[in-house]
């Protein structure tokens, strides 16, 4: 059996997204994503996509770029898996060996990636070392529970209806404190992955707002099978006051309304408050996943 490892292209969105699906239902992630991923790369020197293709049937998937939500110079991630029924075969460490070479040529200093249990001994064998732990959960969208209380004087309102500028301080100043994986996102950074990307549910993202102010963000992606919370935060000034938790069940609810049944999410396990509000909703764990760093 031949395994070619070649260059990503935009015509894999579709297989890709259906391999993505079966390993890791959970990620709900769309297929648009992974086409928005691959324009990107085809347009960024600084990011690369590498597949692994046996027989004319796409087995194996790498991506790799700059973490610029990082802001950290050299700082690159990396996303690798293959087929169940195709490991231990080499498939893995040839994709692997080609992000290496690429990342080489980027003079990358340090690589982050996000394996699961299964794949947290071939990263750690390969020089990985474990850094925190995350935690994916799922909540079934027909059992939510009733609508929390508005705090007085806040105004729930859609994301993007409001000021990319506006929403991006709020979105900045709470991933900011994200136990051990901060955000620190640019301006750029954020307008290219967030406000401006096709994968971003905009219909299920929403913003609390005092005032003149967004004060708290949720922002959602849709799979077509599943919402996936991709960001929900709030600024420093108005944590405690139960806004996190009323602009997600505003956009929980209208996923449920759409005919989604599955929410899912992640969040670091140092994470307390986050956690707290997701065992709230119903929210029980479905894997779990181990941030790993390696130097380049």
């Known amino acids: 059996m031949a395994i070619e490892i070649r260059p990503g292209v935009i015509e894999d969105a579709a297989v890709v997204t259906a391999l993505n699906q079966e ?20 347009e960024d020197p600084a990011r ?10 796409l087995i194996g998937w790498a991506a790799t770029g700059a973490a610029t939500w990082r802001n950290v110079p050299g700082a690159y991630h990396l996303a690798l898996f293959v087929h169940t029924g195709h490991r231990g075969q ?15 040529d980027q003079g990358a200093i340090e690589v982050e990636a996000l394996p699961n249990e299964e794949g947290l001994p071939f990263a750690v064998n390969r020089g990985y070392q474990p850094f925190s732990e995350m935690r994916f959960a799922g909540v ?9 209380e508005r705090p007085q004087g806040i105004e729930l309102v859609p994301l993007f209806e409001l000021d990319a500028d506006a929403v991006f301080a709020a979105y900045r100043e709470s991933g900011q404190d994200i136990p051990e994986t901060p955000v620190e996102a640019t301006p750029e950074w954020f307008r290219q992955v967030v406000w401006e990307s096709p994968s971003v549910a905009r219909e299920f993202s929403f913003a609390a707002v005092d005032g003149d102010r967004v004060v708290c963000c949720t922002i959602s992606l849709n799979s077509g099978t599943g919402l996936w919370t991709d960001m929900t935060g709030t600024v420093r000034s108005h944590r405690g006051r139960g806004l996190a938790r009323m602009v997600k069940w505003a956009a929980l609810r209208a996923a449920a309304d759409a005919g989604l049944t599955a929410a899912y999410t992640a969040n670091n396990e140092g994470n307390r408050p986050m956690l707290a509000i997701n065992e709230w909703f ?12 390696r130097k380049h």
């Not at 690369?48 to 049937?57: L, N, Q, T, V």
């Open 23 to 42: 390993l890791f239902p959970y990620l709900a992630k769309p297929e648009e994503q992974f086409r928005h991923e691959l324009r990107r790369a085809i």
């Open 48 to 57: 690369a996509i590498f597949a692994a293709e046996s027989d004319g049937r």
């Open 90 to 104: 080499g498939i893995g460490s040839r994709l692997l060996a080609a992000v290496d070479a690429f990342l080489a």
């Open 140 to 148: 079934d969208l027909r059992e939510l529970p009733a609508e929390p």
């Open 282 to 293: 119903g929210y029980r764990q479905v894997g779990n996943h181990t941030v790993v760093r």
